[in-house]
């Protein structure tokens, strides 16, 4: 895998302006910006919500996007992983930077493509997109550079996998390797359940050819974290910490969804933590990546399990988290095109990063069935009464406009967030705010935060 040259692209002339800095020295600098961005859920509502604050960037595209994007931006009606359409449309409009949100454009190689023929997009290449797009590819990343996670053994053959399970018992997890929209993954607390996964993946190929091959791992037991960067590949700026939650019923019971709730600061990333992170986790990765000849220029989301004060890694995804996003991007008070311009430049070193002291939550609001099959179309109210709430915003996923009214549309449908001077603060505000909207057989989790207040108490 060769090292990706990344060249500049070509300036819009409507966009470079020649300016005087304080220090009176002209210099080209980039103004009115056009920008993509790529994606449809509560994240990319955020991503256009922050971008639209930077004073450089006067129009946001955003591909497909949802009804509360379109309040800011300006909705495309092409797939988020469409890769021709949108470099079409990037070269027709002569977007200055595209953002990609969600993973499956990043492995269908978008950035490369981009990259080609020198756009500026932000995002890793098709060989970074890997550490997301194949478990076995992630796992045996993390055991050749030393990186903490849970035993493992990956087989391509179902009766070594099934020997294997019968063999080690239970608990075991099972995970199918490629994407598979976030249900790939089966905790199985007994030999029958696990068998019963792997059968669904490798057998009824659930997940398609994701499923060829399986991970059988090692059940870590703790209290999972989210943990994200931005890296150039050369510098590495660590995000403020998140926690998910990923069932969808209250007391993490029930089946995995995409996220169902997401605060920030996560109390369980302590300062010391943190240390550990950096040196046991995101150097032995950055090194890793160097030595492989990974050109990294994007978001790395380590998902941790942290087991008796020690962070093991779960997963590497290679975009921003969805729902954590929405939480930390209210937190952010640098400019955002600023950073991702930096990333996607290879110059994040000159990147300025700071952020609100405050903290806070996210409620995800999901569509009843969900995250099974779920029912859409359901009209949405209230929203119109939260204009006047400081702090909170409305983040949409799964919403569209029909007839002129909001109607539901996908499973996880809105993104209540809301700061506060705590995590206590922040939660009462977001679910003050949620008691305004109703639609019908909307679900939310009551539990959002309480595990960061219980912590924060003892
Ligand atoms: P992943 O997509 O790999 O993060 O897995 C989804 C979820 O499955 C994680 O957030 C965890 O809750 C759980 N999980 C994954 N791997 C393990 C493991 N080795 N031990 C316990 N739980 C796990
Ligand atoms: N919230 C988990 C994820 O974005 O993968």
Same mark, same amino acid.
């Given at each position: 895998?060769?090292?990706?040259?990344?060249?500049?692209p070509?300036?819009?002339p409507?966009?470079?302006?020649?300016?005087?800095?304080?220090?009176r020295?002209?210099?080209?600098?980039?103004?009115?910006?056009?920008v993509?961005?790529?994606?449809? #859920?509560?994240?990319?509502?955020?991503?256009?919500?922050k971008?639209?604050q930077?004073p450089?960037?006067?129009?946001?595209? @955003?591909?497909?996007?949802?009804?509360?994007?379109a309040?800011?931006?300006?909705?495309?009606?092409?797939k988020?992983?469409d890769?021709?359409?949108?470099?079409?449309?990037?070269?027709?409009?002569?977007?200055?930077?595209t953002?990609?949100?969600?993973?499956?454009?990043?492995?269908?190689?978008?950035? &490369?493509a981009?990259?080609?023929?020198?756009?500026?997009?932000?995002?890793?290449?098709?060989s970074?997109?890997?550490l997301?797009?194949?478990?076995v590819?992630a796992?045996?990343?993390?055991?050749?550079? #030393?990186?903490?996670?849970?035993?493992?053994?990956?087989?391509s053959?179902y009766?070594?996998?099934? !020997?294997?399970?019968r063999?080690?018992g239970?608990?075991?997890?099972i995970?199918a390797?490629?994407?598979?929209?976030?249900?790939?993954?089966?905790?199985?607390?007994?030999? %029958?359940?696990?068998l019963?996964a792997?059968?669904?993946?490798?057998? !009824?190929k659930?997940?398609?050819?994701?499923?060829?091959r399986?991970?059988? !791992?090692? @059940?870590l037991k703790?209290? !999972?974290?989210?943990?994200?960067?931005?890296? &150039? #590949?050369?510098?590495?700026?660590?995000?403020?910490?998140?926690? &998910?939650?990923?069932?969808?019923?209250d007391?993490?019971?029930?089946?995995?969804?995409g996220?169902?709730g997401?605060y920030s600061?996560a109390?369980?990333?302590?300062?010391?933590?943190?240390t550990?992170?950096?040196k046991?986790?995101?150097?032995?990765?950055?090194?890793?990546?160097?030595?492989?000849?990974?050109?990294?220029? #994007?978001?790395?989301?380590a998902?941790?399990?942290?087991?008796?004060?020690?962070?093991?890694?779960?997963?590497?995804n290679?975009?921003f988290? %969805?729902?954590?996003?929405?939480?930390?991007l209210?937190?952010?008070?640098?400019?955002?095109? %600023?950073?991702?311009?930096?990333?996607?430049?290879?110059?994040?070193?000159?990147?300025?990063?700071?952020w609100?002291d405050?903290?806070?939550?996210c409620?995800?609001i999901?569509?009843?069935?969900?995250p099974g099959?779920?029912e859409?179309?359901k009209?949405?109210?209230?929203?119109?009464?939260?204009?006047?709430?400081?702090?909170?915003m409305v983040?949409?996923?799964?919403?569209?406009?029909?007839?002129?009214?909001?109607?539901?549309?996908?499973?996880?449908?809105?993104?209540v967030?809301?700061l506060?001077s705590?995590?206590?603060?922040?939660?009462?505000?977001?679910?003050?705010?949620?008691?305004?909207?109703?639609?019908?057989?909307?679900?939310?989790?009551?539990d959002?935060?309480d595990?960061a207040i219980?912590?924060?108490?003892?």
């Amino acid at each position: 895998m060769g090292v990706t040259s990344r060249v500049h692209p070509p300036l819009n002339p409507l966009s470079v302006r020649v300016v005087s800095d304080p220090s009176r020295e002209w210099r080209l600098t980039e103004v009115n910006l056009k920008v993509l961005v790529i994606g449809s #859920g509560g994240r990319e509502h955020a991503l256009v919500w922050k971008l639209s604050q930077s004073p450089r960037v006067d129009k946001i595209y @955003c591909a497909p996007g949802n009804a509360g994007i379109a309040e800011i931006a300006e909705c495309l009606d092409i797939k988020a992983d469409d890769v021709d359409s949108l470099l079409n449309f990037a070269r027709y409009e002569w977007i200055d930077m595209t953002v990609v949100g969600p993973e499956a454009a990043l492995t269908a190689g978008i950035v &490369d493509a981009f990259v080609k023929e020198g756009r500026r997009i932000f995002g890793p290449d098709k060989s970074g997109a890997r550490l997301e797009g194949s478990k076995v590819f992630a796992k045996d990343f993390m055991l050749k550079y #030393g990186i903490p996670t849970a035993e493992y053994r990956m087989f391509s053959s179902y009766l070594h996998a099934e !020997e294997y399970i019968r063999l080690k018992g239970a608990p075991v997890v099972i995970k199918a390797d490629g994407l598979a929209a976030g249900k790939g993954v089966f905790v199985c607390e007994t030999v %029958d359940e696990a068998l019963e996964a792997l059968k669904s993946i490798m057998k !009824e190929k659930a997940f398609g050819d994701a499923g060829n091959r399986v991970v059988v !791992e090692q @059940c870590l037991k703790g209290e !999972e974290a989210s943990f994200m960067i931005l890296t &150039d #590949g050369k510098t590495v700026v660590p995000l403020v910490s998140s926690q &998910d939650h990923k069932t969808i019923f209250d007391g993490d019971k029930g089946p995995n969804t995409g996220g169902m709730g997401a605060y920030s600061p996560a109390p369980v990333i302590t300062k010391s933590l943190e240390t550990t992170i950096m040196k046991t986790v995101i150097d032995p990765m950055m090194k890793g990546l160097s030595r492989e000849r990974i050109n990294y220029r #994007g978001v790395i989301y380590a998902g941790l399990m942290i087991s008796d004060g020690k962070p093991y890694v779960l997963e590497f995804n290679c975009r921003f988290g %969805d729902p954590e996003a929405q939480p930390i991007l209210m937190r952010l008070e640098s400019d955002l095109f %600023d950073m991702l311009k930096a990333t996607a430049e290879g110059k994040l070193n000159e990147a300025r990063v700071s952020w609100k002291d405050d903290a806070a939550v996210c409620v995800v609001i999901s569509a009843k069935g969900y995250p099974g099959n779920y029912e859409k179309g359901k009209i949405i109210t209230g929203l119109d009464e939260l204009t006047d709430e400081k702090d909170t915003m409305v983040f949409h996923a799964g919403t569209s406009a029909k007839e002129g009214k909001l109607v539901s549309s996908g499973g996880r449908v809105l993104g209540v967030t809301a700061l506060g001077s705590d995590i206590s603060a922040a939660r009462d505000n977001a679910y003050k705010a949620l008691g305004k909207i109703h639609f019908e057989g909307m679900h939310y989790r009551k539990d959002i935060g309480d595990k960061a207040i219980k912590r924060v108490k003892s």
